[in-house]
């Protein structure tokens, strides 16, 4: 019975590891920090007031309390890395927020259409000044990758010693393909009375989807939660460098200090 036992573990520990196979392609990239990802938030979480604060996840400071343009419909999201030089934005197709992070530095701006052709503010129109790096929001919350779902979604992938600390565990519980062909990898969280999976869709290698559901009790007893779809256009280990320096026609105004 015993040796029957540790075969059954063994094939499941393999199995395991097979699992994980797919989302590890993903997984490197991230720790390797060299990246291009381009995605669509079908479901972002709804408008609570038509004054949002909307924010890049992970960055204290950065919001918008008269916003018109972001409303509760699907949103963009583009996240590009090479080393630790970011660039992250998110929105729509008339506005979005920006940041640009360098040597320690992170510029926030926003960038909106006008005319079919895009325009920029940051400190003001087409200047920018630099705020110091929040790496304690970094290490508290997560690497930030766009949105809120998306930020926790790919924290998730990452191993326990790149976690942050709010960030929940999440383990291995399936995988599977389906009749359309597209293989698929699920992972579960149960972190403060709220229980997460997370289903990771993959075309041959390629991750093309990913879909998470979540449900907690409520103050009342009663169950509540919500999904979140989220569709991937791009997830390459190329970083695209067009994005990797201020816009043209931008300013750095920061002043900084004399060593």
Not at 117 to 132: D, H, I, L, P, S
Not at 199 to 211: H, M, Q
Not at 224 to 231: A, F, L, V
Request: hydrophobic residues 30%; charged residues 30%.
């Amino acid at each position: 019975m015993k040796k029957f036992l540790i075969a059954v573990l063994l094939i499941f520990l393999s199995a395991a590891e097979v699992s994980a196979a797919k989302i590890d392609i993903y997984r490197d990239m991230l720790l390797r920090n060299s990246y291009t990802i381009r995605y669509e938030n079908l479901t972002p979480p709804p408008r609570v007031t038509n004054r949002d604060r909307v924010e890049l996840y992970g960055k204290s400071g950065l919001a918008s309390a008269e916003n018109d343009y972001l409303t509760h419909k699907p949103q963009s999201g583009v996240v590009v890395a090479d080393g630790q030089t970011r660039y992250e934005e998110i929105g729509n197709e008339d506005f979005k927020l920006c940041r640009f992070s360098k040597d320690g530095e992170d510029f926030v701006f926003s960038k909106y259409k006008k005319k079919n052709r895009w325009e920029y503010f940051g400190t003001r129109k087409n200047r920018v000044a630099a705020n110091e790096k929040n790496y304690l929001a970094e290490i508290i919350e997560g690497k930030s990758y766009g949105d809120a779902d998306m930020s926790r979604l790919l924290n998730a992938i990452l191993p326990n010693s790149e976690k942050s600390a709010q960030n929940s565990g999440y383990r291995f519980i399936a995988q599977g393909k389906l009749a359309n062909g597209l293989f698929y990898e699920d992972y579960r969280s149960d972190d403060n009375g709220e229980t997460e999976v997370v289903r990771y869709y993959f075309s041959g290698n390629n991750l093309v989807k990913i879909a998470a559901a979540s449900y907690h009790k409520d103050s009342n007893g009663k169950i509540d939660g919500r999904k979140c779809i989220i569709k991937i256009q791009e997830f390459s280990s190329t970083p695209d460098k067009s994005l990797l320096k201020l816009p043209e026609g931008v300013k750095d105004e920061t002043k900084r200090k004399k060593h």
